[in-house]
T-cell receptor, first 113, second 116 residues
Framework: AQKVTQAQTEISVVEKEDVTLDCVYE???????LFWYKQPPSGELVFLIR??????QNEISGRYSWNFQKSTSSFNFTITASQVVDSAVYFC??????????FGIGTKLQVIP | DAGVIQSPRHEVTEMGQEVTLRCKPI?????LFWYRQTMMRGLELLIY????????DSGMPEDRFSAKMPNASFSTLKIQPSEPRDSAVYFC??????????????FGEGSWLTVV
């Protein structure tokens, strides 16, 4: 069985602060993929990143960075110098096989101006 | 390129009525997913199709829910009869084969259903 845990249900930060969203996963599969999605207040789900289990390199995209640590089964997401437009619900997801993706419950991020 | 297109975007209906949600996946994508999002349960996979064939419908809550995919560019999710507890956002999503597992799923904007 797959499981994704996002322990932080809600986070508030002041604009320009850095913030890290935690994601811990469980799977018995040796090959799997991890994802982050963003759901802004408008409601759509926007794909942010896909990472496979064999690639533990950290990734940076602008103000966004992701830290994948297989040893701790974590795939954390950091936003540097947060902005109000970053306010959204962020979902971590896991695909361990056959296209069945398991989503975490989501972390609601509020960036206060 | 057009993304996943869902209709209607918003629907308010009375309990007992039939509800049909529609989805057009991204052209070329061969997998289609229906998800439901509620505050209590988060994002739940209801059913997914691969090459128009239902692969896993274990997430469909009960017999009142049915989904079809008559061709590669169209799918419906039907609720009959609808109940207030069906109120949720229903997302359609699609993906195409990439190397190995872990195909990226692209979501539509969702259909916001309210059953009164």
């Amino acid at each position: 069985a797959q499981k994704v845990t996002q322990a932080q249900t809600e986070i508030s930060v002041v604009e320009k602060e850095d913030v890290t969203l935690d994601c811990v996963y469980e799977t018995r599969d040796t090959t799997y993929y991890l994802f982050w999605y963003k759901q802004p207040p408008s409601g759509e789900l926007v794909f942010l990143i896909r990472r496979n289990s064999f690639d533990e390199q950290n990734e940076i995209s602008g103000r966004y960075s992701w830290n994948f640590q297989k040893s701790t089964s974590s795939f954390n997401f950091t936003i540097t110098a947060s902005q109000v437009v970053d306010s959204a619900v962020y979902f971590c997801a896991l695909n361990g096989g056959y296209q069945k993706v398991t989503f975490g419950i989501g972390t609601k991020l509020q960036v206060i101006p | 390129d057009a993304g996943v297109i869902q209709s209607p975007r918003h629907e308010v209906t009375e309990m007992g009525q039939e509800v049909t949600l529609r989805c057009k996946p991204i052209s070329g994508h061969n997998s289609l997913f229906w998800y439901r999002q509620t505050m209590m349960r988060g994002l739940e996979l209801l059913i997914y199709f691969n090459n128009n064939v239902p692969i896993d419908d274990s997430g469909m809550p009960e017999d009142r829910f049915s989904a079809k995919m008559p061709n590669a560019s169209f799918s419906t999710l039907k609720i009959q009869p609808s109940e207030p507890r069906d109120s949720a956002v229903y997302f359609c999503a699609s993906s195409f084969p990439q190397t190995g597992l872990g195909n990226t799923i692209y979501f539509g904007e969702g259909s916001w259903l309210t059953v009164v």
